[in-house]
């Protein structure tokens, strides 16, 4: 039973380096999402899908991209990292959306 | 939008006292709203819900109603312990997408 799965769970980029970070979950859950946790600033949503080939963006989308071919994966990817980038990345998932979404344990990046 | 909006924290506590941490939300339509705990250096859990008006949701001693009249789901708990210390987030969904207030940060001392 292993839910939402990020990896990796740490990543030291340098500045204009590009690097997918992964998501998969098993519960066969159509809504997944991603969002970005920084000190102060609570959780921002970055992308989010309600089912395998749609997505939308979400409150900070500018410099990722995402797709969705299969319902259990939901790869984030960052084009050209910037500072401002580094922060933590929760991916999450909902069998509906309106029963709450289950949460991985978070990958910590770093841009340098 | 949708938006939350939750009390700045820290909140302060001795052990046993009573906890309230204040969300409103505006939202369109009929959202989802949920409580979310973030213990020291781990993810999000779900700690309650309630899907529509006057729920109460309930877990581990904490509570919450859905109050549409004032759109507000407030976090409630009548005797903390230490290890409750932890960043609450209040969250709802609508159409899908949940989002979250700035979290309140929630430090209970012996």
């Known amino acids: 039973n292993a839910g939402v799965t990020q990896t990796p769970k740490f990543q030291v980029l340098k500045t204009g380096q590009s690097m997918t970070l992964q998501c998969a979950q098993d519960?066969?859950?159509?809504?997944m999402s991603w969002y970005r946790q920084d000190p102060g600033m609570g959780l921002r949503l970055i992308h989010y899908?309600?089912?395998?080939?749609?997505?939308d963006q979400g409150e900070v989308p500018n410099g990722y991209n995402v797709s969705r071919s299969t319902t259990e994966d939901f790869p984030l990817r960052l084009l050209s990292a910037a500072p401002s980038q580094t922060s933590v990345y929760f991916c999450?998932?909902?069998?509906?959306?309106?029963?709450?979404?289950?949460f991985g344990s978070g990958t910590r990046l770093t841009v340098v | 939008g949708n938006s939350v909006t939750q009390m700045e924290g820290p909140v302060t506590l001795s052990e046993e006292a009573f906890l309230t941490i204040n969300c409103t939300y505006t939202?369109?339509?009929?959202?989802?709203l949920f409580w979310y705990v973030q213990y020291p250096g781990e993810g999000l859990q779900l700690l309650l819900k309630?899907?529509?008006?006057?729920d109460k949701g309930s877990n581990k001693g904490f509570e919450a109603t859905y109050r549409k009249e004032t759109t507000s789901f407030h976090l409630e708990k009548g005797s903390v312990q230490v290890s409750d210390s932890a960043v609450y987030f209040c969250?709802?969904?609508?159409?899908?997408?949940?989002?979250f207030g700035a979290g309140t940060q929630v430090v209970v001392t012996p």
């Open positions: 999450a998932s909902s069998s509906t959306g309106g029963w709450g979404y289950t």
């Open positions: 519960m066969n859950h159509e809504y």
């Open positions: 899908s309600v089912g395998a080939g749609i997505t």
């Open positions: 939202a369109t339509g009929y959202p989802s």
């Open positions: 309630a899907t529509k008006a006057d």
């Open positions: 969250a709802l969904v609508s159409w899908g997408k949940l989002q």
